[in-house]
């Protein structure tokens, strides 16, 4: 375990000050938003693309950045802001726009609007702030929400503003995903498509992996980093195909070991105790989530597969909810409530550190298909990501 002094900067929302390897990219988008005053007629919007891992999200958020610092130097008027989403877990268009007003109205529930309602409050309430405004959509992908809807709504907003109240304050645009995510989400824009071309970034090289992670470690140590330390992790990382997001990933785990997320930094868990649970219910959440998110409801159908596959009867869902609330309360994951669902909110599982950081133990008792037996925990607690084997005792 290592003495970290800034360790804020391994938060995966953490934006480094220099885009390694990215400061032409971030360029490009600014320029092609072209501001303060763009010489294009609006919506100016641009899209950023890369396969997971590449800094999409890192190329999108500097770039809002710079151009909110291009408006604060250009005028003395109202200060700027930037209202920025992540789309993973949020329900279609709706989702998108509640998450968008929720961001100005804390207070606010989307539920039993319509979509061109949220819409329209959120165009009115721009208007009425009279404020420049820089939208980041980041982390577009597939089975994610349609985009169209809200940025045809930027592009023409007075078919949602009142009577007599026309135009907005100037509005840039900036998404960010997957080629495939960002494709499927401004499908619906049809031969009017403001987005493309997108701006396209390659996954990181071995070299500039090595870079990021020196400098993150450097951050966070508040000192250089060992290189034996930055060339085991990058070399994991390019063997694993996940980018930099694994690397940060593995970083975090090298210097804090099992930790978890409190806002923006991380904390030491509390204690080394293993966390009782069922085998196939970590299976589950691991290939529900492909280690990020997943929404209950495949969850649970996911685990309902696995728990018959073993024999065993699926979990009823307050009891599969009670095993998300553990994980929870030992910092392995976060549960939000969305917009969506027939009930008007979808409950959603976020993974905080990778599965293969948990350290768990058989949950009992558990009641296998045709047989009285149960089967306690096991003995003790194992490696981090390893699942120790069951030893069938008496219940009690």
Excluded at 105 to 124: K, N, S, T
Excluded at 127 to 146: F, K, Q, Y
Excluded at 362 to 373: D, H, I, N, Y
Aim: aromatic content about 4%.
């Amino acid at each position: 375990m290592f003495a970290v002094a800034n360790p804020e900067v391994l938060s995966n929302d953490w934006l480094p000050p220099v885009p390694v390897g990215r400061e032409r990219e971030v360029q490009e988008v600014v320029r092609r938003l072209d501001p303060p005053e763009p010489h294009a007629s609006p919506p100016w919007v641009v899209g950023v693309v890369g396969p997971p891992g590449s800094g999409t999200s890192t190329v999108a958020r500097r770039a809002a950045r710079e151009v909110l610092e291009r408006l604060r130097r250009a005028s003395d008027g109202p200060s700027p802001r930037c209202l920025a989403v992540r789309l993973g877990g949020l329900k279609g268009a709706h989702g998108v726009a509640t998450a968008l007003l929720r961001l100005l109205d804390d207070g606010f529930d989307g539920r039993g609007f319509p979509v061109a309602e949220i819409l329209a409050g959120l165009l009115r309430r721009l208007r009425r702030e009279g404020r420049p405004v820089v939208l980041v959509l980041d982390d577009a992908a597939i089975g994610g929400p349609e985009l169209a809807p809200v940025l045809r709504a930027v592009a023409a907003p007075d078919r949602f503003l009142p009577e007599g109240e026309h135009g907005l304050p100037p509005c840039w645009t900036i998404l960010a995903g997957t080629p495939e995510g960002m494709a499927a989400a401004v499908r619906g824009l049809g031969r009017n498509d403001p987005v493309r071309p997108f701006v396209v970034l390659g996954g990181y090289s071995s070299v500039l992996l090595e870079a990021i992670v020196r400098d993150r470690a450097g951050r966070a140590l508040g000192r250089p980093a060992p290189s034996s330390l930055i060339a085991g992790i990058v070399a994991t990382a390019v063997e694993d195909g996940g980018g930099s997001h694994r690397a940060i990933d593995l970083l975090r785990r090298e210097l804090l070991g099992r930790s978890r997320a409190v806002g923006p930094g991380f904390l030491p868990r509390e204690g080394d105790a293993a966390i009782s649970i069922e085998p196939w219910v970590v299976k589950a959440i691991d290939r529900a989530s492909g280690g990020t998110m997943t929404r209950l409801g495949d969850l649970r159908r996911v685990e309902a597969e696995l728990a018959r596959a073993a024999g065993v009867a699926p979990l009823p869902v307050t009891t599969l909810w009670r095993r998300i609330v553990r994980l929870e309360q030992a910092g392995y994951l976060r549960r939000e409530i969305r917009t969506g669902g027939s009930g008007g909110t979808r409950s959603v599982v976020r993974l905080l550190t990778p599965i293969d950081e948990w350290v768990t133990v058989p949950s009992a008792p558990q009641t296998r298909r045709g047989s009285s037996r149960l089967g306690a925990a096991g003995p003790g607690p194992q490696p981090p990501g390893r699942l120790a084997a069951p030893s069938p005792v008496p219940a009690g």
